[in-house]
């Protein structure tokens, strides 16, 4: 059973950092509205 959750978290992070990437390298569809990014996701921008 600890493998399984183990395994669950290590795809869930996976995921969660790939969303992450995605959501920093874009913009925000709305001309107004662009939320405030966190440090840590700032330095996962590709340029």
Known sequence: ???T???ADK???KIALAITKVNVNSTCPFMLHQP???E???K???F
Do not use: E, T, V
């Open 1 to 3: 059973m600890k493998k």
């Open 5 to 7: 959750n183990q395994k």
């Open 11 to 13: 795809l869930l992070a």
């Open 36 to 38: 405030k990014l966190p």
């Open 40 to 42: 840590k996701a700032k």
């Open 44 to 46: 996962l921008r590709k």
